[in-house]
């Protein structure tokens, strides 16, 4: 068996096309633009080009993009002051602090400071209590777009084994959730389930979250069954020449693709559905506001 690759850019790119649809009558009907602002402390790299990235594609759809960039150093009472002037600006729907924080900053304080309702990324603990209750929430873009995958290639997900392989708070509980509440039977795993491998092969669905290098190997996957590799990993990769590296999942790729009936690439695969989650996101806040009706086919 070689499974089906399930093209997460491609998904990405048909959703921010949905995305942009909606704004565009979003603007026409009602003279609306939902708008994203994205707080960046700190010169981190990696957080620099993810935030250079969302800015450019939130524009791509037609929305309004902010950028407050502070310094490294800022005080908590500075950073929590600019997030205030955000939860009060009509303009803005959606507040993403890029994390991580500088060690000096409380990330939960922080991030419990955005409104919930422009809590684009669901890290609120609001919005974690309404996921898990079953009621209407900002929901973490990965899991969001994980299961927007999902239900792309299955249609109905009721009744599927789903395991989930690591419990944080950003990807494994509240994809657990998610997968409840489309009626899959769901087993939340990590790196110290006994027998991990036989919990592993009895899932119709593996959503791998464990932030493990290829951790999974194919004979852990039943038959058929489909692969979500949330995983990013870099890895030396020597065959490509000195001081060169890969991305790789939590699963082993080649293996997993021989038995799964479906997969997940990396990159490739969950990593562009991300951002595009949290446009739609930053779409759903906006109607939310203005008690119009909500996009569908963007939303958990």
């Known amino acids: 068996m070689t499974a089906t ?11 921010r096309g949905m995305v942009g649809e909606h704004v565009a009558t979003l603007k026409a009907d009602h003279g609306i633009t939902p708008g994203l602002a994205v707080v960046l402390v ?8 993810y935030v250079k990235s969302k ?5 791509e759809v037609g929305m309004k993009s902010v950028e407050h960039r502070m310094d490294a150093d800022v ?6 002051a600019m997030i205030d002037t955000l939860n009060n600006d009509p303009t803005i729907h959606g507040i993403l602090v890029q994390l991580p924080l500088p060690d000096h900053l409380n990330s939960d304080l922080v991030i419990n400071s955005i409104d919930p309702a422009k809590d684009v990324d669901g890290f609120h603990i609001s919005n974690v ?8 929430a900002m929901v973490p873009c990965t899991p969001l777009g994980s299961l927007m995958m999902l239900r792309d290639h299955h249609g109905s997900l009721s009744g599927m084994n789903a395991v989930v392989i690591g ?15 489309d009626s899959c039977t769901v087993t939340i795993a990590h790196s110290r389930t006994k027998d991990l491998a036989a919990v592993v092969r009895q899932a119709d669905i593996v959503v791998a979250a464990v932030g493990r290098a290829e951790m999974v190997p194919g004979d852990w996957i039943k038959p058929g069954a489909t692969v979500i590799d949330v995983g990013i990993n870099r890895l030396d990769a020597p065959e490509k020449g000195e001081g060169k590296t890969k991305l790789v999942g939590d699963v082993d790729y080649a293996s997993c693709a021989a038995v799964a009936g479906a997969i997940t690439p990396v990159p490739g695969g969950v990593g562009p559905m991300t951002i595009a989650c949290l446009l ?7 109607c939310r506001a203005n008690d119009l009706a909500e996009p569908t086919g963007l939303t958990a």
């Open 129 to 136: 209590g309404l996921l898990g209750t079953g009621q209407k």
């Open 42 to 49: 700190g010169e981190d790299p990696a957080s620099q080009v």
């Open 75 to 80: 005080s908590e009472a500075d950073l929590l």
């Open 167 to 181: 419990r944080s708070n950003i990807v494994g509980k509240p994809m657990a959730q998610l997968l409840l509440g």
């Open 5 to 15: 690759v399930i093209d997460g850019k491609a998904f990405a790119a048909k959703v």
């Open 55 to 59: 800015g450019k594609m939130t524009v």
């Open 280 to 286: 739609a996101n930053t779409l759903t806040a906006c």
